[in-house]
């Protein structure tokens, strides 16, 4: 038979293969090798699956990527990032560095609050152009999905502006982008000593808007003892869901106030950080069928030690996600491929679970699983040629691109070696 493209002679083709949920416990350090693996693509999807002799028996094509000594796997899922702002904010990581707190940082002009008047001061195509290059070398580090947040706005206006750049981005790059509403990020300025105000302008004015213009497909939160607390979080939320949204949290990342209990009785697809979430909430969590998408670069880049507890998540059937959480302030990564360094060496994961981790369970954290996230008969060919001799090496060769093309629907959208 002929078909579109046949990538052949992989010496590891990491296929995902397993049930069709994300993977918990043991499940995650199965990540399906197929030894000589090939893969058989048309029509933008995977048709087959197989050694390089079974396939170059049953398939040919004009179109074919020799992956000898190589190692193919699915496009990394990022399901947890803030791309859209104006300024990067590097001045802050050295005042960290020279002993600076949060609130020093903040009073000195920084912080969240710098990216806010960032945002509302710039167009939708300054915001646009700005966010379009930071994706492009975001797809040259593997990603084939990335979902994106609103919420360095935080006006109806502002926020609008942003889903609107990010419906954009997803119109004119090869990538799937998938859009988040934020709203409640932070407090603004304006409304510090009147929070009920802008919960208000939230629940009554931005959460209808958004969803009238059909805008975002989940509604997040900053849930937090100095941010959102637990019962201002759950109006929010309870809001958002009679207006259609799914849910995400930013929950438990500082302390645990209950943040994860939320997520599972909220029903949430996600909840994200959880660097001190409780046994309680954790065990919540799994109850409910929330994912756990950890975020190992921002702790590192604050230079903390709060790392989340993904052995103890994954041991305890809890089903783990990776994500960059690219953003200008605590952690400008955006690469996928640090951050699985990262899940292994400070999270004590093993290589698989990490790669399980930033690819099909990503794709559940996002809820693609059954199109994305593994190399599969139906499922979309989103593909990664890797320019490396086995799995193991993702981990332990960091700092550069180990990724050689980047496959999305079935084209190469990026080429490393051109
Ligand atoms: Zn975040």
New binding site residues.
């Given amino acids: 038979m002929k078909v579109d493209l046949i990538i052949k002679n992989a010496k590891q083709l990491i296929t995902m293969q397993g049930p069709s949920r994300a993977r918990v416990g043991k499940e995650a350090d199965d990540i399906g090798i197929i030894e000589n693996g090939a893969l058989a693509i048309d029509d933008k999807r995977i048709i087959a699956v197989g050694n390089s002799e079974q396939i170059a028996i049953d398939y040919q094509s004009k179109n074919m990527i020799d992956a000898a000594d190589k190692v193919v796997m699915p496009g990394f899922v990022d399901p947890?990032?803030?791309p859209i702002f104006y300024s990067t904010r590097e001045n802050e990581l050295e005042m960290r560095i020279k002993g600076k707190s949060y609130v020093e940082i903040s009073q000195s002009g920084g912080g969240i609050r710098s990216s806010i008047s960032g945002v509302r001061e710039s167009s939708e195509n300054e915001l646009f152009e700005l966010s379009k290059k930071r994706i492009e070398r975001i797809i040259s580090n593997g990603t084939t999905t990335l979902e994106a947040?609103s919420?360095y706005g935080l006006s109806t206006q502002s926020e609008i502006k942003m889903l609107k750049v990010i419906e954009r981005l997803n119109h004119n790059l090869p990538i799937t982008i998938v859009p988040t509403f934020?709203g409640a990020?932070e407090f603004p300025a304006e409304y510090k000593d009147d929070r009920e105000t802008y919960i208000k302008i939230l629940t009554d004015e931005m959460l209808p808007e958004v969803a009238e213009k059909n805008l975002a497909e989940y509604c997040?939160i900053?849930t937090e003892e100095h941010v959102y607390n637990i019962e201002q979080s759950r109006r929010i939320l309870t809001k958002a869901k009679q207006l259609g949204f799914k849910i995400r949290m930013?929950a438990d990342e500082i302390k645990p106030i209950g943040g994860a209990e939320l997520a599972a009785d909220m029903g949430a697809v996600s909840a994200?950080?959880l660097g001190a979430a409780s046994d309680k909430g954790i065990s919540a969590m799994k109850e409910s069928g929330v994912i756990a998408t950890l975020?190992p670069g921002?702790i590192f880049s604050l230079g903390m030690q709060s790392y989340a507890r993904a052995r103890y998540m994954i041991d305890n059937n809890l089903a783990v996600a990776l994500a960059t959480?690219f953003?200008p302030g605590s952690c400008n990564c955006d690469s996928m491929q640090f951050i699985i360094t990262l899940a292994c060496l400070n999270m004590n994961i093993t290589p698989a679970e990490a790669i399980t981790a930033a690819t099909i369970n990503s794709a559940y954290s996002l809820e693609l699983g059954e199109e994305i996230g593994s190399l599969e008969n139906g499922k979309k060919a989103d593909i990664l040629v890797m320019d490396m001799p086995s799995y193991q090496y993702l981990p332990y060769h960091f700092g550069s691109n180990n990724v050689e093309k980047v496959i999305k629907n079935g084209n190469v959208i990026w080429d490393n070696k051109m």
Avoid: Y
């Fill in positions: 947890h990032t803030h947040k919420g934020l990020h997040d900053f930013h994200d950080h975020l921002t959480d953003n």
